[in-house]
Structures are given as C-alpha cells and as structure tokens.
C-alpha cells in the first residue's frame, strides 16, 4: 500500500526552530516530487513547496520562499518541512503529498500525508 | 481568500445529486489539469478525481468532474450521509506558478 505518514503534533514557543517529517511506503520515494500545503481556517489550504527527492531539486511558493526549508532523505524515504524561527502565524495543519502528475499542468496528488499540526504559542 | 472560487457549504437529502462548482482563470483552471479531493477532518485528503474528470481505480461512478473554460465542476450523485465531507478543488496556476486551491466546500447530506 502507497502511504504517507507524517510526524505528530507539535506545540512550540515563538522562535523555536521545527522539523516535520513525512515518511514514504510502498513506492519508489525517489521517482516522485513530494509537495507541502499549508491548511489554516482563514486561508484554506496554500501551496508551499515541492521537493523531487531523486535529485532534491525544490521550488518554493515566492509566499514562503525564506520562511521554510524543505528536504528530502532518499536513504530513509522521508521528505521534510523545517523552520528555523517559528511565528504564531505558522499554527496551522501542514500536509505533504505525492504528484502523480508527469509535470506542473498535471496537477493531481495521491497519497496525502494525515497532516501534521503545528500550534506555536507563547 | 483562495485563488479559486468554491461555495462554502452545499447540502441535499440522501439519494440526491449535488454539483460543486470551482472558478478561476485562465492562468489556472483555463490551462492546466483540475483535480478535485474529498477531506474528512482529521484525516488524509483523498483524490476523487484527477485531470478534470478521471477518476482513480476504487472511486465510484457516483463522483464525476467536468471542465469548461476558467470553471470546474464536481458531481455528486446518490448521495449518501458517508459523503458528509469537505471537497477542494486544485489546479497550478501558470502565472504564479505555484499550485492552487479552492477554500473546500462543505456538503452535508440532509
């Protein structure tokens, strides 16, 4: 079975630094670009990021260029979403992933991660 | 405010059919590829349909996209009270060339 498994719940301080992790199954985690979305009552759900972890080439959302770091371990399958400085701003549920999609245009994902929450709060 | 459009809430009775509607432009929806997926809070989104109006193996025939111009369509029909979820619909948008989403519709089955 194709699955993605995110990190659990998070709770951290304001200028704490974060790192979720999103661990791949049951396909060849390298060969498929693996995209972040942020989901917020007030926003909905916002594209962050995509990761192809065959050769970690990343394109950011100019939203969160700088704001976020993602990455990606093909010895261990597991794709990242870190932050060195944390906000109130970034409590939010974060998902990760699969494009199926062959480029862009082709914009369909499966499987999706269960989300991780993440609530920063002083 | 997302960049595509979606109704916040929709509703019918059981047995019912049900259509979301998803607009953008012609920078996302007009160019690219819609997909749309079905959210149970708490849990992973799950695909419904892909390229418009294709739907992935062990998705019913219930479930139906279509597309025309800068605006999407999903259906819904034979509504049943297990379909009491939230639906988005994506897409990329070449301008911003960053992926797209809808604000999610809420369905309830009256």
């Known amino acids: 079975e194709v699955q993605l498994v995110q990190s659990g719940a998070e709770v951290k301080k304001p200028g704490e630094s974060l790192k979720i992790s999103c661990q791949s199954s049951g396909y060849i985690f390298s060969n498929y670009w693996i995209a972040w979305v942020r989901q917020t009552p007030g926003k909905g759900l916002e594209w962050m990021g995509i990761?192809?972890?065959?050769?970690?080439?990343?394109r950011y959302s100019p939203s969160f260029q700088g704001q976020v770091t993602i990455s990606a371990d093909k010895s261990i399958d597991t794709a990242y979403l870190q932050w060195s400085s944390l906000k109130a701003s970034d409590t939010a549920i974060y998902y990760c992933m699969r494009r199926l999609g062959g480029s862009p245009s082709y914009f369909w994902f499966d499987p999706w991660g269960q989300g991780t929450l993440v609530t920063v709060s002083s | 405010q997302s960049v595509l459009t979606q109704p916040p809430s929709v509703s019918a009775a059981p047995g019912q059919k049900v259509t979301i509607s998803c607009s953008g432009s012609s920078s996302n929806i007009g160019n690219n590829f819609v997909s749309w997926y079905q959210h149970f809070p708490g849990t992973a989104p799950k695909l419904l349909i892909y390229e418009n109006s294709k739907r992935p193996s062990g998705i019913p025939d219930r479930f139906s996209g279509s597309k025309s111009g800068t605006s999407a369509t999903l259906g819904i029909t034979g509504l049943q009270s297990g379909d009491e979820a939230d639906y988005y619909c994506g897409t990329w948008d070449s301008s911003l060339s960053v992926g797209v989403f809808g604000g999610g519709t809420k369905l309830t089955v009256l």
């Open positions: 990761i192809y972890p065959g050769d970690s080439d990343t």
